[in-house]
């Protein structure tokens, strides 16, 4: 099989991407919603001093109250969307869809090739099955890998998506993902194309054994009780429950993962953040524990759909190659 599996999974995975990338950067937006932005040192309890003022001999003492900062309203996944259509046009669903092809061009063709890979080497030849801890183990070292090996893509992604969210003078804006690598390289050093790879590693590996270990699963056992026929129907079906686990899994590790990656280091200032343990702690204080699953409607909404594209069109393009 070798390199037909890596052609097969990475066709599926680029249309996959590519078909599901406006929910991705909704969930990125809400992902990114209640971050406290960077900003100067506050003045308020100065200006306050600077304002009291006394009268004579009664030595009364008036001051005006610091105004209160309130949080924005968080919003739903259709808000979100509706509000980017508003302000940014409705091509701004697909900024950053530069950096999904290439990104899954990287790390899902890498991932869904060398799963398939191990996947042959431990199926057991006499009765064709594959235990499911063989399946979770093949998921987190390809996940792992392919994650290693995109990471400059998703960095790039994150931020293109995440631009439109930025003050028009604090954007990047970058025009495709080669100027996005480009500009990073020179400004922050090529370190900075590897910002976050530990939590992207982290998240594909969960990700990966648990989309694709899971799809298997739920496709054998499908096929063997009888519910369904090798078809259309069982690969949905399959797809969609593999999705969800994956959703629920990951949801966690990504929230920390946009967050790290985004972050805007000024120079001279301490990141926003010192690490994944620094921000996801920092989340935790701020916003509560909750926060961890920001966008988990839209990571659902565009989780599911993705995997059912992705796991459908793979059996296709098996189905296209099989000759081959």
Not at 262 to 270: D, I, Q, S, T
Not at 290 to 309: E, H, N, W
Request: hydrophobic share 45%.
């Amino acid at each position: 099989m070798g390199v037909k599996g890596f052609v097969e999974g990475g066709i599926a995975s680029i249309i996959a991407g590519c078909s599901t990338h406006p929910l991705d950067l909704i969930k990125v937006r809400m992902q990114l919603q209640g971050e406290t932005p960077i900003s100067a040192p506050a003045t308020v309890h100065n200006l306050r001093s600077a304002l009291a003022f006394h009268t004579g001999a009664a030595n009364h003492t008036f001051s005006i109250p610091a105004p209160s900062v309130v949080a924005p309203p968080r919003v739903g996944p259709v808000s979100v969307g509706v509000k980017i259509i508003q302000q940014e046009g409705v091509a701004a669903l697909f900024s950053g869809v530069s950096a999904t092809v290439l990104r899954q061009t990287l790390y899902s063709t890498t991932r869904m090739g060398l799963y398939d890979m191990l996947k042959q080497k431990w199926t057991d030849p006499d009765t064709n099955i594959m235990p499911l801890s063989k399946k979770i183990v093949a998921g987190l070292i390809a996940g792992g890998i392919g994650a290693a090996v995109g990471n400059p893509a998703d960095v790039a992604m994150v931020r293109m998506q995440a631009d439109g969210r930025l003050p028009i003078s604090q954007r990047r804006n970058y025009k495709s993902v080669i100027d996005a690598i480009t500009q990073m390289s020179k400004s922050e050093g090529v370190a900075s194309l590897w910002r976050g790879s530990s939590l992207t590693v982290n998240r594909a590996m969960l990700v990966t054994a648990s989309q694709l270990a899971s799809y298997d699963q739920f496709k054998e056992t499908i096929l063997e009780k009888g519910l369904m026929k090798d078809g259309l129907g069982t690969h949905v079906t399959s797809s969609f429950a593999a999705g969800f686990v994956a959703a629920v899994a990951s949801n966690p590790v990504d929230v920390i993962k946009t967050r790290v990656m985004n972050m805007k280091v000024e120079p001279g200032m301490a990141p926003p953040y010192n690490g994944a343990i620094d921000c996801a702690m920092k989340t935790i204080k701020a916003e509560g524990p909750m926060a961890l699953y920001k966008g988990f409607i839209p990571t659902i909404s565009r989780q599911g759909p993705f995997t059912v594209v992705l796991f459908v069109t793979l059996e296709q393009v098996r189905k296209m190659l099989k000759d081959f």
